[in-house]
């Protein structure tokens, strides 16, 4: 499946934004979901991740009760919400497709190109 993040930008510390990832070539409605990123000089870290119906969601801890992970199969989209943005949020965030629901990013099938997104404090 073919997969492209939007969304990314600049942010004041404590604001939101919106990351969308649109999935085109194959069913998306067969593919978990998955959001990562990764910061200047850091690996890429799991954030978020969505069942294949949407039923089940999944979370880093240093994402929890912050950022939201949602999708529509319909429109073949996948969201993260974030809210109270902090800077070290910064990083290249990507969206990625698996079979199997997984934080591991070497079991990941599909991958977008990356969105930047910056939090300025």
């Known amino acids: 499946v073919q997969l492209q993040a939007s969304g990314g930008g600049l942010v004041q510390a404590g604001g939101s934004l919106r990351l969308s990832c649109a999935a085109s070539?194959?069913?998306?409605?067969?593919?978990?979901m998955a959001w990562f990123r990764q910061a200047p000089g850091k690996e890429r870290e799991f954030v978020a991740a969505?069942?294949?119906?949407?039923?089940?969601?999944f979370y880093a801890d240093s994402v929890k009760g912050r950022f939201t992970i949602s999708r529509d199969n319909a429109k073949n989209t996948v969201d993260l919400q974030m809210n109270s943005l902090k800077s070290e949020d910064t990083a290249v965030y990507y969206c990625?497709?698996?079979?199997?629901?997984?934080?591991?990013?070497?079991?990941?099938?599909?991958w977008g190109k990356g969105t930047l997104v910056t939090v300025s404090s």
């Open positions: 969505i069942t294949k119906s949407g039923a089940s969601t």
């Open positions: 070539g194959r069913t998306f409605s067969i593919y978990n």
């Open positions: 990625a497709a698996s079979r199997i629901i997984t934080q591991n990013r070497g079991a990941m099938d599909d």
